[in-house]
């Protein structure tokens, strides 16, 4: 993204370079291909081979899976998110379907899916790729429950503050592919599935809301959380939390091929390079996204006062996914408030940046992948005559961060690890 250079104060417009140099080997180091390619090229193919892809990264995936497996892939079916998918793949269906909220596409390409394995036997194999988004994309409903039922469903949890354990554990008692069930119908066919993980903990029960693994959460745990956010549901979804999902399946082998691990090692290298000493703080960052950003500007501050933990030129890293508990009206992603609620803090500190960023390059329902900060951000802001604690407090980051340039554009990444944030400070 070009920023306007004659706003930003030198010093801080070096750091800002510094931190687009290791956000792009970020980007680098989670790309689904080489990771799907590395696992297969180890493993003789099968002699026939059903594809299943979903998620954000599914096309992605499913074309390194092509360079690799090309010959023994006979049919296939992979869904992803509107706008990345990148062409046709020789003997798969393509479909592009609705995230963060399933739509009417989802539920056909799910059929197509299910229509596929439905016809398999002990002698096939389901090359099942899961990537992050799988949860909206990969869907197929119980009787008496209707696309509007589940779409509210969502849209409830997604503005509840709810983290996606909890979100995926009420969706996997509201399906017939999630919490174990796909690998249930694909039975007695065997399911090689690998998977990038954007869940904390890489838990596999929860990733895309673990279609193919043994479900480890409880109808006891989806009522309580039902009732802790107070969702309104229908009698018949009440119901349906009170089943229990499969808790062993014995045709599926999971391999975890990519996580937001990865993405910070990477980040960790990057800024070593560039000449900072470098603090990994978590991989779990799991909080509200503007309590995390006030935080990171405390640990900002306590660098520069105190040399705390680490003296300047260093890099603080954090890996995760915080949670945005939405009470405003506005526009904005998670990465987009915790680089916002960062801004207000560190106004005015010179050679100290923020970035955060969802590595799938699409943050919340927007076209950015989060915000990059830095401490006049607010004034460029105050200078388009935006307030930036009264944007925080609609939810309302992505028009702010528009405004002072601040926005972090990537484009759809194909990687799907949650999020990275780096603070640099000079």
């Not at 992979?78 to 706008?83: D, E, G, S």
């Not at 590595?359 to 006049?376: H, K, Q, R, S, V």
Request: aromatic fraction near 4%.
């Amino acid at each position: 993204m070009v920023q306007d250079s004659t706003r930003i104060a030198p010093t801080s417009q070096s750091v800002r370079n510094d931190a687009h140099f290791i956000i792009d080997r970020v980007i680098e180091a989670v790309l689904p291909e080489p990771a799907v390619r590395a696992f297969l090229r180890q493993r003789t193919p099968p002699p026939r081979v059903t594809l299943i892809a979903i998620g954000k990264a599914a096309w992605r995936m499913a074309s390194a899976a092509v360079t690799e497996w090309g010959d023994a892939i006979a049919q296939g079916v992979v869904i992803t998110k509107y706008h990345h998918a990148l062409g046709e793949l020789p003997n798969l269906e393509i479909y592009e379907a609705g995230h963060p909220l399933l739509d009417a596409n989802g539920l056909h390409a799910t059929q197509r899916a299910l229509a596929l394995v439905d016809e398999l036997g002990a002698d096939d194999t389901v090359l099942f790729l899961v990537s992050g988004g799988g949860s909206a994309l990969f869907e197929a409903l119980p009787d008496g429950v209707t696309l509007d039922d589940l779409q509210a469903v969502n849209a409830q949890l997604l503005r509840s503050g709810a983290d996606i354990v909890a979100i995926n554990t009420i969706r996997k008692r509201l399906s017939l592919v999630k919490g174990g069930r796909f690998a249930q119908r694909a039975a007695p066919a065997r399911i090689l599935a690998l998977v990038i993980s954007d869940v904390l903990g890489d838990r596999l029960d929860t990733i895309a809301s673990g279609p193919a693994y043994p479900d480890a959460t409880t109808a006891e745990t989806a009522l309580a959380i039902a009732r802790h956010y107070q969702l309104h549901l229908s009698p018949m979804l009440w119901r349906l939390l009170e089943e229990e999902t499969p808790k062993t399946l014995d045709n599926v082998e999971t391999h975890v091929i990519g996580s937001v691990r990865a993405a910070v090692a990477a980040a960790t290298q990057a800024a070593q390079a560039r000449g900072y000493t470098s603090l990994t703080l978590t991989t779990l960052l799991n909080c509200e996204a503007r309590e995390a950003g006030r935080f990171l500007a405390a640990v900002a501050r306590t660098v520069r006062s105190e040399g705390l933990p680490l003296p300047a030129p260093c890099a603080i890293l954090c890996g995760g996914e915080t949670v945005v508990t939405v009470t405003g009206a506005g526009k904005g992603g998670r990465n987009q408030e915790l680089a916002l609620s960062a801004a207000i803090e560190l106004a005015g500190m010179d050679g100290v940046v923020l970035a955060s960023l969802g590595t799938d390059g699409t943050d919340g329902p927007t076209d950015a992948a989060g915000g990059i900060i830095d401490g006049d951000t607010t004034t460029r802001m105050a200078a388009q005559g935006i307030d930036a604690r009264s944007a925080l407090a609609d939810n309302n980051a992505y028009p702010a961060l528009a405004a002072s340039g601040d926005l972090l554009i990537t484009g759809p990444t194909g990687a799907n690890v949650n999020d990275v944030t780096l603070l640099l400070v000079r």
